[in-house]
């Protein structure tokens, strides 16, 4: 009862935090991080299957993120007028040629004895195969990107509802992690967060100068909403109305709406993961997981496919962050492949779950929601502390300077600080692994 009562009490807290910003500061910032919390903390349970449920150290979270807001484009967003007569075919033509390319090569490899004539013969389809793919991709995509590309210049979407956009991210992710998985899951702790790293830095780069794909680093604006918009809500008599009666202007009111909202959405979507979370924590396979991650060589003894276990995981945790990455580009309205950086998308999430308490995913949850509401608020409340401590110096004084112009640096000293922290008061994370 004690735990259940100390676990209670730190939701309540951050709960409380989130409160004392909105009756402090403003409304608005208070939702804000209330749904960046949200989607951190589904980010934050993916990484806790991989990392808490089977030991797997994934350090390209990046890319999976990115990919569910790419999944967004492809899927919501309007198709745009003759991209597929002047190359969308040509582009699906050529990855498909790609693929059977890839195909033989590997049916090759596995029918024919080694020696010189298996690598020649591999060789020449490879070799075959990426000329004939570039012949009928470069002409298929420079058709495309000549479209408007001063306000298009991609091949747009399906025009189809975004919600449906959030399951495709994470399809997306998944297949992927799939790709991914069959090369580098066989790899060392240590050598498959390097190649995980270095993966998700090519998705990001793939996504930046693929201007036929999301228009690159021109970025993707004015994506469809499953919510009202603001201007929408201020025109309409019957909202305004209603905003006057509880004392509001409409346009506080339409942005705190359609946040709000969002709350509901992302709050449904985490509380259906968490839920089959700790259904698949309480299963058997569940168990056999975690024996997995424990003691990887006797599970194997016990006859356990060690290997495809991990392939399966893999790909659970990482869907599960294309999710989260379809409902942030979703939240923004816009896809930038230009802000997806690691600190952010990869080692803020690792800090979440590791102060929350890797493997348990309600510590996953708690740390997400504490460590976000620290990573937005703490360059603020730096800046006061510093302003404060130095009101007594004079306004050319070059230390005051100085020391006003770290508290930008506030923000990433606070992470280290509280990792240390938790690392050696509370190894297991502020919710530990039962």
């Known amino acids: ?104 090569a590997t049916v090759l490899n596995k029918m024919m004895q080694p020696g010189r004539s298996r690598t020649l013969i591999m060789l020449a389809i490879l070799i075959g195969g990426f000329f004939l793919f570039r012949a009928v991709f ?8 000549k479209i408007n590309p001063a306000a298009q210049g991609n091949i747009g979407g399906l025009g189809l509802p975004v919600l449906l956009a959030w399951p495709a991210g994470g399809l997306l992710a998944a297949g992927a992690a799939w790709l991914i998985g069959k090369t580098a899951l066989g790899l060392r702790s240590d050598y498959l967060a390097i190649a995980t790293l270095g993966i998700a ?64 959405l992302f709050t449904v979507v985490l509380l259906v993961l968490l839920w089959m979370a700790q259904m698949a924590l309480k299963s058997p396979w569940g168990r056999m997981m975690r024996a997995i991650r424990d003691n990887e060589v006797a599970a194997r003894a016990m006859g356990k496919d060690v290997t495809k276990r991990h392939l399966q995981i893999f790909v659970l945790g990482s869907a599960i962050c294309g999710v989260a990455g379809a409902m942030m580009t979703t939240l923004d309205g816009q896809l930038t492949p230009g802000t997806y950086q690691p ?34 608020q703490v360059e603020p409340m730096g800046l006061f502390f510093m302003e404060l401590i130095t009101s007594g110096m004079a306004d050319d004084s070059d230390l005051k300077k100085h ?25 297991r994370g502020l919710i530990p692994e039962k």
């Open 403 to 427: 020391l006003i112009d770290s508290a930008a640096h506030m923000r990433l000293l606070t992470m280290g600080v509280i990792l240390l922290l938790v690392l050696r008061f509370s190894p």
């Open 201 to 264: 830095e090519i998705i990001i780069a793939v996504m930046k100068n693929e201007d036929w794909l999301a228009r690159g680093v021109k970025n993707v604006i004015g994506l469809p909403r499953p919510l009202p918009n603001e201007i929408d809500l201020q025109n309409d008599p019957g909202f305004v109305e209603s905003a006057a009666s509880l004392g509001l202007d409409p346009v506080t009111a339409s942005t705190l709406y359609v946040k709000l909202g969002y709350s509901v």
């Open 138 to 145: 470069d002409p298929a995509v420079s058709g495309i990107e």
């Open 343 to 376: 600190l952010r998308f990869t080692f803020l999430i690792w800090v979440m779950v590791i102060v929350g308490g890797s493997g348990n995913n309600f510590g996953a949850v708690l740390g997400a929601m504490l460590i976000w509401f620290l990573w937005v």
């Open 1 to 104: 009862m004690s735990e259940m009562i100390k676990n209670t009490a730190l939701f309540a807290l951050v709960a409380a935090l989130i409160l004392i910003t909105g009756f402090y500061q403003s409304w608005n910032s208070a939702i804000f991080i209330l749904n960046m919390g949200l989607i951190s903390a589904v980010m934050a349970i993916g990484v806790n299957l991989q990392w808490g449920f089977a030991g797997l150290f994934n350090v390209g979270i990046m890319g999976f993120v990115a990919l569910g807001g790419l999944a967004v484009v492809l899927i919501a967003e309007v198709p745009t007028p003759g991209a597929w007569t002047s190359g969308g075919v040509g582009v699906i033509m050529a990855l498909i040629l790609g693929a059977m390319t890839i195909v033989a």
